[in-house]
């Protein structure tokens, strides 16, 4: 059973960028897609990014980061980045990643069967 964990948080200005990396351990990222989420205070947890498995992956950003966000995956390293930039403040949450053994990538929690602990992004203004 693969194990995951985010790591790359921490507190920036607005208009910053962080990369956030999501290592597997366990096992292989090979077959799983892999989605990113966040959840603000008093906010429910939302999916923000994701991309499936394989070597043609396809990707998927909300709006909220589109333009701003990138997803990316190194399977020799076993991990998938998120790149971060032009942070705003409505930026800040706990990020999570998540798995699913199955080919496409979904934004919705329910897809995903293997959650790694969150790390924390603030952004200041």
């Known amino acids: 059973e693969v194990q995951l964990q985010a790591s790359g948080g921490g507190l920036v200005q607005a208009g910053g960028s962080l990369r956030l990396s999501c290592a597997a351990s366990?096992?292989?990222?090979?077959?799983?897609?892999i989605g990113w989420f966040r959840e603000a205070p008093g906010k429910t947890r939302e999916g923000i990014s994701c991309?499936?498995?394989?070597?043609?992956?396809?990707?998927y950003y909300a709006e909220s980061v589109k333009g701003r966000f990138t997803i990316s995956s190194d399977y020799a390293k076993n991990t998938v980045y998120l790149q971060m930039n032009s942070l705003k403040p409505e930026d800040t949450a706990d990020y999570y990643c998540?798995?699913?053994?199955?080919?496409?990538?979904?934004?919705?929690?329910?897809?995903?069967?293997?959650w790694g602990q969150g790390t924390l992004v603030t952004v200041s203004s």
């Open positions: 998540a798995g699913v053994l199955f080919p496409r990538c979904h934004l919705g929690r329910g897809w995903y069967d293997y």
């Open positions: 366990g096992g292989t990222f090979d077959g799983y897609a």
């Open positions: 991309i499936g498995s394989g070597g043609d992956a396809t990707t």
